[in-house]
C-alpha cells in the first residue's frame, strides 16, 4: 500500500522543499477570494460531461461536495505537507474507485483545478502575472497532488478487481458442481409439471382445471426463473477465457436484430435500428458478443415496460481508430446515477425477480475482448448503453 515514504520521494521529484512549503502558504490568502470561481468551474466541466456526471446523484450531493473541494482548496496552502496531509489527500482517489468515477478524469480534473489557480495567482499580482516561483510552487503542489490520488486510485483499482477475479474464481467453482446438481432435478420437475398440465386438461370440471391451470403456471414461471438464474451463473463463470475467430461485426449485429424484433414489437415497443453503416472484421467469439447484445436490448426492453410510447434504438458504428461501438438507448425513465456507478457489479440489480447478473456478464465478455462498456443515463430520461471492442488488424 502507498504509504508516507512516497510523499517524500514526489517532494524530492519535483524539488518542492521548504521554500515551496512557505510560498503556497503565503499566497493562500491572495488566492481565496478565487476559490468560488475555480469550485464552478470544475464542477461545470463535471457536469458537461456525461460519463462524470453519471457518478453523481443529485443537486444537493453536489453542493456538499463543492463545499469539500473548497475545503480541499484551502489545505493546498495550509504549510503543512506532512503524513497527515498525505492521508487526507489519499482519500480522494479511494474515493473515486468508490463512487465509480474512472482515473481519466482525475488527470483531467487537475488540468481544469491547475488552470484556474495560475489564473487566480495572476489575477491577484499587481503585475497581472506573479512571481516565477509562485507559479512553480502551485505546479510542485499539483503534481503532487495528482500523484498521490492516482497511487491510491491504482492501489484501491487493484484490490478491486483481484477480489472481483477471486469471487469469480469460487463462483466457477461452485457452479461447475452445483450445475449437475440442480440441472438435472430442474429437468425433471419441468418434466413432471408437463404430465400435470396434460392430465389437468382432461378434467372434465371447468373451475378445477382452471385452478389447476393457474398453479402449474405459476409454478412454471418459477422453474424458468430458476433456469434462468442457473444460466446467468454459468455463464458469468465461463467467461474467464477466450477463443477468438474472425467473424464480420454487421453480420453479427443482424442475427440479433432479426431474432429479437418479432418478440420486441409484439409487445408494442418501437423498434429504431441504425446498423447498415461500414462494417469491420473483429478477433471475437461471435456468441458471446450476441450474449452481450441480448442481455443489453433485455435490460432496454424491461427499461421501457412502463412508458406510453416505448421505444429502443439499437445503431452501430466503427470508430475512427477501427473500434466497434454498439449502442443501445431505451426511453425509460433512466438509470439512477447510484445504480448506474455500479451497475456493472455483480448481484447490483434494480428489478424484483432480477439476478443482478446480466450487466457483470456485459463487463466480463466485453473486457476478455479488450473492450469497454457503458451505462448512461441521459438527459430527460432513458439510458444509453453502449460498449466497443477493437476490430481485427
Known amino acids: 500500500m502507498a504509504n508516507a515514504s512516497l510523499l517524500r520521494e514526489l517532494k524530492d521529484y519535483v524539488r518542492f522543499?521548504?521554500?515551496?512549503?512557505?510560498?503556497?502558504?503565503?499566497?493562500?490568502?491572495?488566492?481565496?477570494?478565487?476559490?468560488?470561481?475555480?469550485?464552478?468551474?470544475?464542477?461545470?466541466?463535471?457536469?458537461?460531461?456525461?460519463?462524470?456526471?453519471?457518478?453523481?446523484?443529485?443537486?444537493?450531493?453536489?453542493?456538499?461536495?463543492?463545499?469539500?473541494?473548497?475545503?480541499w482548496l484551502e489545505g493546498l496552502f495550509g504549510g503543512s505537507y506532512d503524513e497527515t496531509y498525505f492521508e487526507r489527500r489519499a482519500r480522494i482517489g479511494r474515493v473515486h474507485v468508490k463512487v465509480g468515477l474512472e482515473q481519466r478524469y482525475m488527470l483531467a480534473g487537475m488540468n481544469v483545478i491547475r488552470v484556474g489557480l495560475h489564473q487566480a495567482l495572476a489575477d491577484a499580482s499587481d503585475d497581472g502575472f506573479g512571481s516565477f516561483e509562485d507559479h512553480r510552487a502551485l505546479d510542485q503542489i499539483c503534481d503532487i497532488e495528482l500523484a498521490i490520488m492516482l497511487e491510491t486510485y491504482r492501489e484501491d483499482?487493484?484490490?478491486?478487481?483481484?477480489?472481483?477475479?477471486?469471487?469469480?474464481?469460487?463462483?466457477?467453482?461452485?457452479?461447475?458442481?452445483?450445475?449437475?446438481?440442480v440441472r438435472n432435478p430442474l429437468n425433471a420437475a419441468k418434466l413432471q409439471l408437463d404430465v400435470l398440465r396434460r392430465t389437468a386438461a382432461r378434467v372434465e370440471d371447468a373451475s378445477t382445471r382452471r385452478k389447476i391451470e393457474r398453479r402449474t403456471n405459476v409454478v412454471q414461471d418459477e422453474l424458468r426463473r430458476?433456469?434462468?438464474?442457473?444460466?446467468?451463473?454459468?455463464?458469468?463463470?465461463?467467461?474467464?477465457?477466450?477463443?477468438?475467430?474472425?467473424?464480420?461485426?454487421?453480420?453479427?449485429?443482424?442475427e440479433v436484430v432479426e431474432l429479437r424484433r418479432p418478440e420486441i414489437e409484439s409487445q408494442g415497443i418501437e423498434f429504431i435500428e441504425d446498423i447498415n453503416g461500414a462494417s469491420c472484421a473483429l478477433l471475437a467469439e461471435p456468441d458471446r458478443?450476441?450474449?452481450?447484445?441480448?442481455?443489453?436490448?433485455?435490460?432496454?426492453?424491461?427499461?421501457?415496460?412502463?412508458?406510453?410510447?416505448?421505444?429502443?434504438?439499437?445503431?452501430?458504428?466503427?470508430?475512427?481508430?477501427?473500434?466497434?461501438e454498439?449502442?443501445?438507448?431505451?426511453?425509460?425513465p433512466g438509470i439512477l446515477p447510484e445504480v448506474a456507478a455500479r451497475a456493472f457489479d455483480s448481484f447490483v440489480t434494480t428489478k424484483d425477480a432480477g439476478t443482478g447478473l446480466g450487466?457483470?456478464?456485459?463487463?466480463?465478455?466485453?473486457?476478455?475482448?479488450?473492450?469497454?462498456?457503458?451505462?448512461i443515463r441521459l438527459t430527460g430520461g432513458g439510458t444509453r448503453a453502449s460498449f466497443w471492442v477493437p476490430s481485427a488488424p
Not at 47 to 63: I, T, W
Request: glycine residues 6%; contains cysteine.
Open 289 to 324: 458478443l450476441k450474449q452481450v447484445v441480448n442481455n443489453l436490448i433485455t435490460n432496454a426492453v424491461e427499461a421501457v415496460s412502463g412508458c406510453r410510447q416505448p421505444s429502443i434504438e439499437i445503431a452501430s458504428r466503427t470508430l475512427d481508430d477501427g473500434r466497434w
Open 226 to 254: 430458476l433456469s434462468l438464474l442457473l444460466d446467468d451463473f454459468l455463464n458469468l463463470a465461463r467467461a474467464q477465457r477466450l477463443d477468438p475467430v474472425r467473424c464480420d461485426a454487421r453480420a453479427l449485429l443482424e
Open 157 to 181: 483499482y487493484v484490490l478491486k478487481r483481484t477480489a472481483e477475479a477471486e469471487s469469480l474464481a469460487v463462483m466457477g467453482r461452485l457452479t461447475a458442481g452445483l450445475a449437475h446438481e
Open 326 to 332: 454498439v449502442v443501445v438507448i431505451d426511453n425509460g
Open 359 to 375: 450487466l457483470a456478464i456485459v463487463k466480463r465478455i466485453v473486457d476478455l475482448h479488450e473492450g469497454e462498456a457503458k451505462l
Open 17 to 71: 522543499d521548504a521554500e515551496s512549503a512557505r510560498r503556497l502558504h503565503a499566497m493562500g490568502p491572495r488566492i481565496r477570494p478565487y476559490h468560488r470561481r475555480i469550485v464552478d468551474r470544475f464542477y461545470g466541466a463535471i457536469l458537461d460531461d456525461p460519463g462524470a456526471r453519471a457518478v453523481l446523484r443529485n443537486e444537493a450531493q453536489v453542493e456538499r461536495l463543492k463545499v469539500s473541494f473548497a475545503q
